[in-house]
């Protein structure tokens, strides 16, 4: 990465209190939510792509273990998100279903607009991953009016 040779000054002044707290509780949020997304995300696209989602797919694709996608989507399933029946996995209640949706769109508008950037392919899947959680509606509606304008909207 290419950086400008001369350094950034820091601001010596604070923003004031309040706008500082909002955006620590906004990013507080997005971290709770980040989790909840990713897995109800993973379980749709096991769906679609394979019928079911197992606890043993979950594990094997986020990278943990069994016991940490158990604990999970029993929280899952107390929320709202998942219906677990035994030997069929778990299934998306409409909740979740909406949620995946969600995720899904706003993945691909990030990931849309790194592309439109100039981001190569590979960096843009996986930075819109972790990005995607972290943007503001006023954001992604921004990135949209960029796609639209440019028409890099695919």
Request: glycine share 6%; no cysteine.
């Amino acid at each position: 990465m290419t950086r400008d040779p001369q350094p950034m000054l820091a601001s010596a002044e604070l923003p004031d209190a309040s706008q500082q707290l909002e955006g620590f509780q906004q990013v507080r949020e997005a971290h709770r939510l980040e989790l909840i997304e990713d897995y109800v995300e993973l379980i749709s696209d096991l769906l679609l792509s394979t019928g079911e989602a197992r606890q043993v797919q979950i594990a094997e694709r986020l990278g943990v273990a069994q016991p940490t996608v158990a604990k999970m989507l029993k929280r899952l399933e107390m929320e709202g998100y998942v219906a677990l029946r035994p030997y069929q996995g778990a299934q998306l209640t409409e909740k979740g279903e909406a949620m995946a949706q969600y995720s899904r769109e706003r993945h691909q508008l990030v990931e849309s607009f790194l592309l439109a950037l100039g981001v190569d392919a590979d960096s843009a899947r996986r930075d819109a991953e972790g990005m995607e959680h972290h943007v503001s509606e006023a954001t992604l509606q921004a990135f949209q009016r960029f796609l639209d304008q440019h028409h890099q909207r695919d």
